[in-house]
């Protein structure tokens, strides 16, 4: 091992078998029941608590440690009208020619379209931006495995907020270089994802599907 300092594990607990089994279990079941929702309440959600998701966010593993991520979390009506907007004519062009017909055939039992009147209902907004590379004293300095590291920091984010009680859409308008403009985000950081976050409005539906079961989504090679 290098001489790079390092601190004991203190946080660690080594459980017991069966208090690990029922752990593994009701995390199941609690990420079972979350679910993308397309309709929000316009209810307000207490900053704190978006706070709390983003520090958890912020945990992820990633390459070097650069937490090559940024959060811009959105309560502003007029800037969400702007994020509206912007997104709608992009989904406009993408639905009506620009997504190739087998793309579309995909999503149709989605029953999504180009009106994204969430983008205005629900109290906020997370635009999520990768750091393609950082700028320190004025230079450019490298960062690594940076889908990566940004796919797993928001996997945790939309867990926290669900285990939070809020529910989540993830939207990727595409292409999304209109977030750097309306958010006024500096060249190195590029749009990864727009998070819808809020409570579900009133009577929502959501589609009828189904996630893969175990043999199809793991291989275990054993002895
Ligand atoms: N960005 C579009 C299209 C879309 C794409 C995928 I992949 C989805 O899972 C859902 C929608 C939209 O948000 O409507």
Same mark, same amino acid.
């Given at each position: ?15 017991? %078998?069966? #208090? ?5 279990? $009701? ?22 608590? %978006? ?9 992820? /593993? ?25 997104? @709608? ?15 579309? #055939?995909?999503?149709?039992? %989605? ?7 969430? =983008? #205005? ?9 990768? #750091? +393609?590379? +950082?700028?320190?004293?004025? !230079? ?7 889908? @990566? +590291? ?14 939070? !009680? ?6 990727? /308008? $595409? ?10 985000? /500096? ?6 994802? =727009? =998070? ?8 929502? @539906?959501? /589609?009828?599907?189904?996630?893969? +079961? ?7 090679? @054993?002895?």
């Amino acid at each position: 091992m290098s001489e790079a300092p390092t601190v004991p594990l203190t946080a660690y607990r080594r459980r017991p %078998l069966e #208090e690990m089994r029922q752990r593994a279990a $009701s995390f199941l079941d609690e990420v079972r029941g979350r679910r993308s929702v397309r309709e929000f309440s316009s209810d307000p959600v207490p900053r704190e608590i %978006l706070e709390a998701c983003l520090l958890a966010a912020g945990t992820a /593993p990633n390459g070097a440690n650069r937490q090559p991520w940024r959060f811009v979390a959105v309560s502003d009506p007029k800037t969400k009208r702007a994020i509206r907007s912007a997104a @709608e004519s992009e989904e406009a062009a993408f639905y009506g020619g620009r997504a190739p017909d087998e793309w579309l #055939e995909a999503l149709e039992h %989605l029953g999504t379209d180009a009106h994204k009147p969430f =983008l #205005e209902d629900a109290p906020w907004l997370i635009a999520i931006f990768a #750091e +393609s590379y +950082s700028v320190e004293d004025g !230079g450019k300095v490298k960062n690594y495995y940076v889908n @990566e +590291s940004v796919g797993i920091a928001t996997g945790i984010l939309v867990t926290a907020l669900h285990h939070a !009680g809020l529910a989540t859409l993830t939207h990727t /308008p $595409s292409p999304m270089g209109f977030l750097n403009e309306i958010l006024e985000r /500096p060249a190195n950081e590029r749009a990864f994802l =727009l =998070l819808v976050v809020g409570f579900p409005a009133e009577g929502v @539906e959501v /589609p009828d599907i189904a996630k893969k +079961s175990l043999e199809q989504i793991a291989v275990f090679v @054993e002895e």
